[in-house]
């Protein structure tokens, strides 16, 4: 993966620090595994199983379950560093990485992103970044 690619899925991930993990099952936006009858819904292989934040099993199509737009956006964002990470270098996670935003206020100018604006809108400097989170 190249370089920025590397920083631009290490700031995404970096957005879950702290956060509370358990078993996620890592691909529940396939439709071959997921199992309904009437009364019940069942996820089948979980060969991508691992332990991270419960909102990563929770990106699903036209936000189905209901995250607040941060919490979509924060779990899309590391979801798809982590799609493109683990299958890099094939077209899908090409695709992928491609959907994770840049990095704002790093020196490389390949991952450099517009500045966001203030609740103003006016144009956020260095003296505003004090106290943003990741």
Do not use: K
């Amino acid at each position: 993966m190249p370089p920025e690619g590397v920083v631009r899925c290490r700031a995404a991930w970096a957005r879950l620090i702290g956060r509370q993990t358990c078993v996620v099952h890592g691909n529940p936006n396939s439709p071959a595994n997921v199992r309904m009858t009437a009364d019940q819904v069942a996820l089948i292989d979980w060969d991508e199983s691992h332990v991270d934040v419960p909102d990563l099993d929770l990106v699903l199509p036209g936000n189905a379950a209901g995250l607040d737009d941060s919490a979509y956006d924060t779990a899309a964002q590391v979801s798809a560093a982590w799609e493109a990470a683990v299958c890099w270098p094939d077209e899908y996670s090409i695709r992928r990485l491609g959907e994770v935003r840049a990095v704002w206020g790093t020196d490389r100018p390949s991952v450099f992103m517009p500045r966001p604006l203030c609740q103003d809108n006016r144009e956020m400097d260095r003296s505003d970044q004090n106290g943003l989170q990741p």
